[in-house]
């Protein structure tokens, strides 16, 4: 049977999504059964796989390319900028393979399928093998989040976990405060000539950098830049001052945030409006009439545009979710957008300023991919991202000659950031007509006065809380954190969100907890923890409860939150968290994890919450129904041929 190696050639976002995951692995297994393929493994003697998969995911979401379209120029930018960023390797050695299994890959699909470019990305790859080891295990190439990456693997935390992570960020923050070194076996690589727009930059603040190709810590010159920032404040010019305190906040100014914000809420309506299943993303067939009606409208000449296509849109949809105006309620497989009532209610009655500096706080301090629907791969947030690229645009007006100029933006701030700064009128873009076949054309991109004073002002409110907002870790608490700042400058802010505090529900929960095909459902009462749900599942699957575990669901925002076993790490614990304690409805969603080894992924889902029955459910649960027999939790491999 011939494979189809272009199925997902001619298919919108949307529907390349639920496709995606197992093309990647048919694709694999495809190379891997050739005879090419088998002389590669009998050649290599390991397991291959892992970085076609990854070129093939990275192109699909970077390069907007299927492998019968990808150009050398996409794997030139997938090679050189978007792996080096995206992956960080536990072991220098783990990119030694990248480039051979690529070769003979890309070689497999030049002599099988005849892809237009498959000849010029196999030279290339070859012409970059002695190279690429070296992007891949250099922190420059990663930015700053490559850099804490390699930073706390060397200090020792295991930053594969959302938990390590967050204790080496604890200790970065503290070391931070006490000048001590963060870790004194940070790789030293020779420095390379900044852009001259960055140089300006570290000119500005007054940090001297070293000549190009003299030897350097990087994340000692990071922290010399992070100081010199800190002490920004003395340069505080009484211009800047003067810009916030006479900027007027209305529907029409700054920017078109609060009339554009007030096009998606009447679109949403009462009756909320279908999403995507899997990021939860707005219709295609509506975009480019909602774009339309934007007073911050783009310009796409695109066949399928999806809602990321719409760089404004997509933004705004940022602001809906992680302000709380909007969340996703699922039924079923259907998911629809619909407005929080009780959000929505405060918001009609605040001011243009307080409207404005509430969205500016849900974009810079709770915004993050995730409530787009990307994958919870970092801890940067949308502020983390902007932070970090405002020092290219407030040094000088940055212009892009043509579209790969331009791409650098898709990484910082990211093109929904820079719709964002703009719409706040902290930019000024200039835009052309797109090309055929091309999305948003941008030419030019230049701080307005207000976003030079603005950002100032929001950095340095930002270093003063060590670079961590409280509300990731309390994500109930009102959306005030950046008002001790703003307030000054913006007395009419007086009112703030205040989000609805999740109440503890009573009755008991039904669930339908699955294993693949396999199923129970499951009754317990909401005063149960989640300790107690998981000892349920594991009796209604006979597994003995010798492992850790862990629970994660998400909040209203769409952010993924982790309750741990309670000899886990973690910062809260599932002997703790009560059920009725959580933001679970009807249709809501959670994961369980049994056995961090054998890695048992169980799916629940809330299909009931009932009041209390005549006679309560107790917290130990009980099965209601089963379907298919349960896997063995230790399967006999003795006869198995490994």
Same mark, same amino acid.
């Given at each position: 049977?011939?494979?189809?190696?272009?199925?997902?050639?001619?298919?919108?976002?949307?529907?390349?999504?639920? +496709?995606?995951?197992?093309?990647?692995?048919?694709?694999?297994?495809?190379?891997?059964?050739?005879?090419?393929?088998?002389?590669?493994?009998?050649?290599?003697?390991?397991?291959?796989?892992?970085?076609?998969?990854?070129?093939?995911?990275?192109?699909y979401?970077?390069?907007?390319?299927?492998?019968?379209?990808?150009?050398?120029?996409?794997?030139?930018?997938?090679? =050189?900028?978007?792996?080096?960023?995206?992956?960080?390797?536990?072991?220098?050695?783990?990119?030694?393979?990248?480039?051979?299994?690529?070769?003979e890959?890309?070689?497999?699909?030049?002599?099988?399928?005849?892809?237009?470019?498959?000849?010029?990305?196999?030279?290339?790859?070859q012409?970059?093998?002695?190279?690429?080891?070296?992007?891949?295990?250099?922190?420059?190439?990663?930015?700053?989040?490559?850099?804490?990456?390699?930073?706390?693997?060397?200090?020792?935390?295991?930053?594969?976990?959302?938990?390590?992570?967050?204790?080496?960020?604890?200790?970065?923050?503290?070391?931070?405060?006490?000048?001590?070194?963060?870790?004194p076996?940070?790789?030293?690589?020779?420095?390379?000539?900044?852009?001259?727009?960055?140089?300006?930059?570290?000119?500005?603040?007054?940090?001297e950098?070293?000549?190009?190709?003299?030897?350097?810590?990087?994340?000692?010159?990071?922290?010399?830049?992070?100081a010199?920032?800190?002490?920004?404040?003395?340069?505080?010019?009484?211009?800047?001052?003067?810009?916030?305190?006479?900027?007027?906040?209305?529907?029409?100014?700054?920017?078109?945030? *609060?009339?554009?914000?007030?096009?998606?809420?009447?679109?949403?309506?009462?009756?909320?409006?279908?999403?995507?299943?899997?990021?939860?993303?707005?219709?295609?067939?509506? +975009?480019? =009439?909602?774009?339309?009606? *934007?007073?911050?409208?783009?310009a796409l000449?695109?066949?399928?545009?999806?809602?990321?296509?719409?760089?404004?849109?997509?933004?705004?949809?940022?602001?809906?979710?992680?302000?709380?105006?909007? =969340?996703?309620?699922?039924?079923?497989?259907?998911?629809?957008?619909?407005?929080?009532?009780?959000?929505?209610?405060?918001?009609?009655?605040?001011?243009?300023?307080?409207?404005?500096?509430?969205?500016?706080e849900?974009?810079?301090?709770?915004?993050?991919?995730?409530?787009?629907?990307?994958?919870?791969?970092?801890?940067?947030?949308?502020?983390?991202?902007?932070?970090?690229?405002?020092?290219?645009?407030?040094?000088?007006?940055?212009?892009?000659?043509?579209?790969?100029?331009?791409?650098?933006?898709?990484?910082?701030?990211?093109?929904?950031?820079?719709?964002?700064?703009?719409?706040?009128?902290?930019?000024?873009?200039?835009?052309?007509?797109?090309?055929?076949?091309?999305?948003?054309?941008i030419?030019?991109?230049?701080?307005?006065?207000?976003?030079?004073?603005?950002?100032?002002?929001?950095?340095?409110?930002?270093?003063?809380?060590?670079?961590?907002?409280?509300s990731?870790?309390?994500?109930?608490?009102?959306?005030?954190?950046?008002?001790?700042?703003?307030?000054?400058?913006?007395?009419?802010?007086?009112?703030t969100?205040?989000?609805?505090?999740?109440?503890?529900?009573?009755?008991?929960?039904?669930?339908?907890?699955s294993?693949?095909?396999?199923?129970?459902?499951?009754?317990i009462?909401?005063?149960?923890?989640?300790?107690?749900?998981?000892?349920?599942?594991?009796?209604?699957?006979?597994?003995?409860?010798?492992?850790?575990?862990?629970?994660?669901?998400?909040?209203?925002?769409?952010?993924?939150?982790?309750?741990m076993?309670?000899?886990?790490?973690?910062d809260?614990?599932?002997?703790?968290?009560?059920?009725?304690?959580?933001?679970?409805?009807?249709?809501?969603?959670?994961?369980?994890?049994?056995?961090?080894?054998d890695?048992? =992924?169980?799916?629940?889902?809330?299909?009931?919450i009932?009041?209390?029955?005549?006679?309560?459910?107790?917290?130990?649960g009980?099965?209601?129904?089963?379907r298919?027999?349960?896997?063995?939790?230790?399967?006999?491999?003795?006869?198995?041929?490994?």
């Amino acid at each position: 049977m011939t494979y189809n190696i272009r199925l997902l050639d001619n298919l919108s976002f949307d529907e390349v999504e639920p +496709l995606l995951e197992q093309y990647i692995i048919d694709t694999v297994n495809h190379f891997i059964r050739s005879d090419r393929g088998q002389a590669y493994l009998q050649r290599q003697q390991y397991e291959a796989g892992y970085w076609i998969d990854t070129f093939i995911d990275l192109g699909y979401h970077y390069a907007d390319k299927t492998l019968a379209k990808m150009t050398k120029a996409d794997a030139q930018l997938l090679m =050189e900028s978007v792996l080096p960023r995206k992956i960080t390797l536990m072991n220098p050695r783990d990119a030694d393979d990248t480039i051979p299994e690529l070769v003979e890959f890309w070689i497999f699909l030049q002599e099988t399928y005849q892809f237009r470019s498959a000849g010029a990305i196999v030279k290339y790859l070859q012409s970059i093998a002695l190279e690429f080891p070296g992007w891949m295990n250099d922190p420059t190439k990663g930015g700053i989040a490559k850099s804490f990456m390699l930073q706390g693997m060397q200090a020792g935390y295991d930053m594969t976990t959302q938990e390590g992570m967050t204790a080496f960020q604890t200790e970065y923050n503290q070391r931070l405060k006490t000048d001590a070194p963060i870790n004194p076996a940070i790789p030293i690589v020779p420095m390379v000539e900044p852009p001259s727009a960055l140089k300006q930059v570290f000119d500005t603040l007054g940090v001297e950098l070293p000549e190009a190709g003299q030897p350097v810590n990087p994340m000692s010159l990071m922290q010399q830049l992070l100081a010199a920032a800190n002490t920004g404040e003395s340069s505080w010019s009484e211009e800047e001052a003067a810009t916030l305190h006479a900027q007027k906040i209305t529907e029409a100014e700054p920017g078109t945030v *609060l009339h554009d914000i007030q096009v998606l809420v009447d679109y949403i309506g009462a009756d909320g409006v279908t999403v995507s299943g899997k990021r939860q993303h707005l219709p295609p067939k509506h +975009l480019a =009439e909602l774009n339309s009606r *934007l007073n911050q409208s783009i310009a796409l000449d695109l066949k399928r545009p999806q809602q990321k296509s719409y760089a404004n849109i997509h933004g705004l949809y940022l602001l809906l979710r992680a302000s709380g105006l909007a =969340e996703v309620l699922t039924q079923g497989k259907k998911s629809r957008l619909v407005l929080n009532p009780a959000i929505v209610g405060q918001w009609q009655q605040f001011n243009a300023t307080e409207r404005y500096c509430t969205l500016l706080e849900a974009w810079l301090v709770r915004g993050h991919e995730e409530i787009l629907g990307e994958p919870r791969s970092s801890l940067l947030s949308e502020g983390d991202r902007c932070f970090q690229a405002w020092s290219r645009f407030a040094a000088t007006p940055c212009t892009y000659k043509n579209y790969e100029a331009q791409h650098t933006l898709n990484y910082a701030p990211r093109l929904y950031n820079l719709a964002l700064m703009q719409a706040f009128g902290l930019v000024k873009l200039t835009s052309l007509k797109p090309q055929s076949g091309k999305g948003w054309r941008i030419k030019r991109v230049e701080a307005t006065p207000l976003g030079r004073a603005l950002f100032k002002c929001l950095y340095t409110a930002y270093l003063e809380q060590e670079m961590l907002w409280q509300s990731e870790a309390d994500f109930s608490r009102p959306l005030d954190e950046l008002k001790p700042a703003l307030s000054p400058y913006f007395p009419a802010w007086r009112q703030t969100l205040q989000l609805p505090q999740i109440g503890s529900q009573t009755g008991r929960f039904i669930f339908k907890v699955s294993l693949g095909k396999v199923w129970r459902r499951l009754a317990i009462a909401a005063e149960a923890t989640l300790e107690d749900l998981s000892l349920l599942i594991l009796h209604a699957v006979n597994f003995d409860n010798d492992h850790l575990h862990e629970f994660t669901y998400r909040d209203p925002s769409g952010r993924t939150r982790s309750v741990m076993h309670p000899m886990a790490d973690g910062d809260r614990f599932t002997d703790e968290v009560t059920l009725g304690s959580l933001p679970l409805e009807v249709g809501s969603q959670m994961k369980y994890v049994f056995d961090f080894g054998d890695w048992w =992924e169980f799916e629940i889902q809330v299909e009931a919450i009932e009041p209390e029955p005549a006679i309560p459910t107790t917290v130990q649960g009980e099965i209601l129904a089963r379907r298919g027999k349960a896997p063995e939790q230790y399967p006999d491999y003795e006869d198995e041929n490994w």
